[in-house]
């Protein structure tokens, strides 16, 4: 019964509903601005809510995580500029939709599938926290390394069918995120003795560099161009619209979540992860991948909102933050007296329930704020491109400025803009990039552990592997992604399918 009234406590008080309210209406807009980020909106909230009620200021950051989140694919649909990494794998499919002037219907899906995906992460939270915990706590410093190589290798469903491409782009990646002092040796890496990169290079410098500028560049050859007209007829998308893509969702959803629940991961990775997922199972999409597909919206949309409430099952079952946000709201809940983990759920179990109220208002005031105002926003769309593209250099400008305040961060976002111009000239793929930038610390961090752990031994390093049934899983997947994307194995299935085809046609 204590636990009902906890879950109820933001619907029955209105002073927690508008807080919830206000800030999801917040993290919608500041989470489409591309440089100010959901994690740096909860930090600065920390100071201005310590001497608040605990209630009060949990309720004000989740609704600015939970809106955040979402908000980022706003100006990956209108711009090609995702809002946030998570929204990366959103622009791929959602861009050329806006292009073809749907960007309403993109929209609508993707605010619908995110709530989709909000509940299906919360409902996991609610009924299985402990046991995804557990499995959570399975993974060794060896299963990071081989997840992180597993998402470099999803490279070339993101590469235009060029693995070499793909690969090249992860790798360029990978060297861009190792840029600076080495975090444990704190020697220097790649920085030609050079103050200016000791301190590495910012990936929202790098990812807004690489969507924002380029796509400005590429549009200076259609600049007299007409711009499309958008279609936002109809918003909402139909029931069986939804229906058909539920499947895909539910999927994608637990992938969400479970990639979500593994510390320091986050929802960057899952929706990139769910989005090949979705290249993978997905026998006759409408419109291929990479040029409008709908289920290149569902699946990253569902994913990286269901990793929300996966990322709070390793901090309140745990005490162990499942991505950067969740961090910060630790320190929140210590501020507030409150001690984050196992003794929580047992003494305290009524902050549980309450979290979980909460996160459920802020993904319905998510939909609802989703939903409106996609007129005004797609009025970015139909702007002449003599308007659009100062715009787009302008809100580069500012969002890689307001990361650290720091003009080097903006010198790096044009230095990217024009290598990413020339990489697409040259028919490589840009994901891959900023995925390998993502990937390097936890590629590299989890690398040095799990050698250290084995006393610098390959054979036992190997051995580990093969010991342990998740480790055996994922270096399985791994090579199994890498077979599965070679021209040979290409050559292969068609071969072994072509007169089973034939066959069928006669």
Not at 21 to 47: D, K, R
Not at 369 to 392: C, D, N, Q, S
Request: proline content about 6%.
């Amino acid at each position: 019964m204590d636990a009902v009234l906890a879950f109820l406590t933001v619907f029955t008080q209105p002073e927690l509903l508008l807080l919830v309210g206000l800030g999801t209406f917040a993290g919608v807009y500041v989470g489409a601005i591309p440089g100010l980020s959901v994690t740096m909106a909860v930090s600065i909230l920390i100071s201005f809510t310590f001497s608040w009620d605990v209630y009060p200021a949990i309720s004000l950051m989740i609704g600015i995580y939970m809106g955040g989140v979402y908000g980022g694919s706003r100006t990956a649909i209108l711009l090609n500029i995702p809002g946030a990494p998570s929204a990366i794998a959103t622009a791929l499919d959602g861009y050329p939709l806006a292009k073809r002037g749907e960007a309403g219907t993109a929209i609508g899906v993707t605010t619908v599938m995110s709530f989709i995906g909000g509940f299906i992460g919360i409902g996991v939270l609610a009924v299985a926290a402990p046991f995804v915990s557990d499995f959570a706590l399975k993974f060794q410093p060896r299963d990071y390394m081989l997840l992180a190589v597993l998402g470099i290798l999803l490279v070339g469903s993101l590469s235009s069918g060029s693995l070499i491409k793909g690969i090249f782009a992860g790798a360029l990646g990978i060297a861009i995120g190792a840029v600076g002092r080495d975090p444990l040796t704190f020697t220097e890496r790649f920085t030609f003795d050079l103050p200016l990169m000791q301190g590495g290079i910012s990936f929202i410098a790098v990812m807004i560099g690489m969507f924002g500028v380029s796509e400005a560049l590429m549009q200076l050859h259609h600049v007299n161009k007409d711009a499309v007209r958008q279609k936002i007829s109809r918003i909402v998308p139909s029931l069986s619209t939804v229906k058909k893509h539920l499947p895909l969702s539910l999927q994608t959803s637990t992938i969400g979540v479970v990639i979500g629940a593994l510390p320091g991961t986050g929802g960057d990775i899952a929706a990139l992860m769910a989005y090949d997922h979705a290249k993978r199972v997905t026998k006759n999409p409408e419109r291929p991948f990479g040029d409008g597909a709908m289920e290149g919206l569902v699946a990253p949309e569902t994913a990286n909102n269901s990793a929300v409430g996966g990322a709070f099952i390793p901090m309140m079952t745990l005490g162990i933050p499942g991505d950067a946000v969740t961090a910060i709201m630790i320190g929140a809940l210590f501020i507030h007296g409150l001690n984050p983990g196992p003794m929580l759920m047992v003494d305290q179990p009524d902050m549980f329930w309450f979290i979980v109220g909460a996160l459920v208002m802020a993904n319905v005031f998510m939909l609802i704020f989703g939903l409106t105002g996609i007129k005004l926003f797609t009025k970015i769309v139909e702007m002449p491109r003599a308007v659009l593209i100062p715009l787009i250099m302008l809100l580069s400008i500012v969002g890689a400025y307001a990361v650290n305040n720091s003009l080097s961060d903006v010198y790096w976002m044009l230095g990217f803009g024009f290598f990413g111009y020339f990489m697409r000239h040259y028919g490589y793929p840009l994901g891959p990039v900023i995925l390998g930038v993502i990937l390097s610390r936890l590629l590299d961090d989890n690398w040095r552990r799990a050698i250290i752990s084995e006393r610098e031994d390959l054979g036992r390093f190997f051995g580990g592997i093969f010991s342990s049934p998740l480790s055996t899983v994922l270096l399985i997947a791994v090579i199994l992604i890498f077979v599965s994307q070679t021209p040979l194995w290409t050559r292969a299935k068609a071969h072994i399918l072509k007169p089973r085809n034939q066959g069928v046609q006669g």
